[in-house]
């Protein structure tokens, strides 16, 4: 008998690759199982510490960011002097150093540290103006109080409040203008709202409205001040945001300036 017979050809016994193997995308279906917001995800180093110095003008970013931080710390020297009401987050900062025996910045400090801890379960990553926002304002409003005195006057009192005002809005958009990361109370707020899908607005005015009552209590020092803070820093913040945000190249998802405006 002829051997063709015996044995069938070769492409029969050992069908076509393609049909042992089906294609990867058939082999392999798609995960309907994955997490909400899996795909969306960045990697870990878009948005980590290090991720906004990835996006240039660090020689104009970082000047800016520690002038901001050493002017706020001088803005809330000159409202604690002027004696007129404080900020919320400095009313509860005052409250703390009326009833402990450390100075006031050094009550700074020890706040945004505890509040840092707050955004492990947030999941908020600090920059590195944020490590710089927790550990040098305090500084800076210990060294300005130390040779800045108390003013008797009225008028006097009245200027060094509406001067703090003021500054205080001029290192706040400078800081957060140079998009280095959030203060600590600040990345709070913002972390609050992403996770609870609540207003900037109203996520806000609770946080600072929960540290006002706390810090009056203690002790901290409520007046015409904290009205005039309330009612002015938001839209100054607003209009000096746009001249002092440092624009960057494409790179890691940055925290909105716009979104952020209290706090240290």
Same mark, same amino acid.
């Not at 029969?12 to 199982?33: C, E, G, I, K, L």
């Not at 020297?77 to 150093?97: E, K, S, T």
């Not at 003013?151 to 409040?161: G, S, T």
């Given at each position: 008998?002829?051997?063709?017979? !015996?044995?069938?050809?070769?492409?029969?016994?050992?069908?076509?690759?393609?049909?042992?193997?089906?294609? @990867?995308?058939?082999?392999?279906?798609?995960?309907?199982?994955?997490?909400?917001?899996?795909? #969306? @995800?960045?990697?870990? #180093? !878009?948005?980590?510490?290090?991720?906004?110095?990835?996006?240039?003008?660090?020689?104009?970013?970082?000047?800016?960011?520690?002038?901001?931080?050493?002017?706020?710390?001088?803005?809330?020297?000159?409202?604690?002097?002027?004696? &007129?009401?404080?900020?919320?987050?400095?009313?509860?900062?005052?409250?703390?150093?009326?009833?402990?025996?450390?100075?006031?910045?050094?009550?700074?400090? &020890?706040?945004?540290?505890?509040?840092?801890?707050?955004?492990?379960?947030?999941?908020?990553?600090?920059?590195?103006?944020?490590?710089?926002?927790?550990?040098?304002?305090?500084?800076?409003?210990?060294?300005?109080?130390? /040779?800045?005195?108390?003013?008797?006057?009225?008028?006097? @009192?009245?200027?060094?409040?509406?001067?703090?005002?003021?500054?205080?809005?001029?290192?706040?958009?400078?800081?957060?203008?140079?998009?280095?990361?959030?203060?600590?109370?600040?990345?709070?707020?913002?972390? *609050?709202?992403?996770?609870?899908?609540?207003? /900037? @607005?109203?996520?806000?005015?609770?946080?600072?409205?929960? /540290?006002?009552?706390?810090?009056?209590?203690?002790?901290?020092?409520?007046?015409?001040?904290?009205?005039?803070?309330?009612?002015?820093?938001?839209?100054?913040?607003? !209009? *000096?945001?746009?001249?002092?945000?440092?624009?960057?190249?494409?790179?890691?998802?940055?925290?909105?300036?716009?979104?952020?405006?209290?706090?240290?």
């Amino acid at each position: 008998m002829p051997n063709d017979q !015996a044995q069938p050809p070769r492409d029969q016994v050992q069908p076509p690759r393609d049909q042992v193997q089906p294609p @990867r995308d058939q082999a392999q279906p798609p995960n309907d199982h994955a997490e909400p917001g899996d795909h #969306d @995800r960045q990697p870990r #180093d !878009a948005s980590g510490p290090l991720g906004a110095l990835r996006t240039g003008r660090l020689g104009r970013r970082l000047p800016q960011l520690y002038a901001g931080l050493a002017l706020y710390g001088v803005s809330m020297a000159l409202m604690i002097r002027g004696d &007129l009401g404080l900020d919320p987050w400095d009313v509860f900062h005052q409250g703390l150093a009326v009833r402990m025996p450390l100075s006031f910045g050094t009550i700074v400090i &020890l706040v945004s540290l505890v509040v840092l801890l707050a955004w492990i379960p947030l999941r908020q990553w600090p920059g590195l103006g944020t490590v710089s926002n927790a550990l040098l304002v305090g500084v800076a409003v210990d060294l300005t109080l130390a /040779v800045l005195p108390a003013p008797d006057p009225l008028a006097a @009192r009245i200027a060094f409040m509406l001067g703090g005002v003021v500054l205080n809005a001029v290192a706040t958009a400078a800081y957060i203008g140079a998009r280095l990361g959030p203060g600590p109370r600040d990345g709070l707020m913002t972390g *609050l709202v992403g996770r609870t899908g609540g207003s /900037v @607005r109203v996520v806000r005015t609770s946080i600072e409205v929960v /540290v006002l009552a706390i810090g009056w209590l203690l002790g901290g020092t409520v007046g015409v001040g904290t009205v005039v803070y309330a009612l002015g820093i938001g839209p100054l913040v607003h !209009a *000096l945001l746009p001249r002092l945000t440092v624009p960057t190249r494409p790179g890691p998802r940055l925290p909105e300036p716009s979104r952020i405006a209290s706090g240290p």
